[in-house]
C-alpha cells in the first residue's frame, strides 16, 4: 500500500535562489560538490545556468509559465483556437449522423 509520507514533495526555488546557485556555480569548479552542499541535483544547477543564459532577465518567470514571444503567444491562442474549432466539427458531424438516420423517427413518413 501505498503511504503518503514516502511520496517526495516538489521542492520550490523562488528567482533569488537561482540566481545566487549560478553565481556560485560559476565561481566554483566542483558543481558536484555545490550541489550537494545545497541538497539539490547537479543536473538542476546545469539547467538553470542554461536557462539564465538562453533568456537573460526573462528566465526564471516563476509558477511554470512559458517565456513567450509575441509570435509564440498569437501561435499558441490560433491553436487553441483550432482544437475548439475541431471539437466542434466532431460535435456537429456526430449529431447529424444522429438526425439523419433513416429509422422513422425524424421523417414524415
Same mark, same amino acid.
Given at each position: 500500500?501505498?503511504?503518503?509520507?514516502?511520496?517526495?514533495?516538489?521542492?520550490?526555488?523562488?528567482? +533569488?535562489? #537561482?540566481?545566487? !546557485?549560478? +553565481? $556560485?556555480?560559476?565561481?566554483? #569548479?566542483?558543481?558536484?560538490? *555545490? @550541489?550537494?552542499? *545545497?541538497?539539490?541535483? !547537479?543536473? $538542476?544547477?546545469?539547467?538553470?545556468?542554461?536557462? %539564465?543564459?538562453?533568456?537573460?532577465?526573462?528566465?526564471?518567470?516563476?509558477?511554470?509559465?512559458?517565456?513567450?514571444?509575441?509570435?509564440?503567444?498569437?501561435?499558441? =491562442?490560433? #491553436?487553441?483556437?483550432? =482544437?475548439? %474549432?475541431?471539437? +466542434?466539427?466532431?460535435?456537429?458531424?456526430? @449529431? !447529424?449522423?444522429?438526425?439523419?438516420?433513416?429509422?422513422?423517427?425524424?421523417?414524415?413518413?
Amino acid at each position: 500500500m501505498l503511504n503518503l509520507t514516502d511520496m517526495k514533495t516538489r521542492r520550490k526555488f523562488d528567482r +533569488e535562489f #537561482k540566481q545566487m !546557485v549560478i +553565481e $556560485l556555480s560559476q565561481n566554483r #569548479k566542483d558543481i558536484a560538490a *555545490l @550541489a550537494s552542499e *545545497l541538497a539539490i541535483g !547537479v543536473d $538542476l544547477i546545469y539547467r538553470w545556468r542554461r536557462e %539564465a543564459t538562453n533568456h537573460q532577465d526573462a528566465s526564471f518567470p516563476g509558477q511554470g509559465n512559458k517565456i513567450l514571444t509575441e509570435e509564440q503567444k498569437e501561435i499558441e =491562442r490560433l #491553436k487553441k483556437e483550432l =482544437r475548439d %474549432a475541431q471539437i +466542434e466539427r466532431d460535435i456537429l458531424k456526430k @449529431a !447529424v449522423s444522429i438526425f439523419s438516420r433513416n429509422d422513422g423517427k425524424y421523417s414524415n413518413s
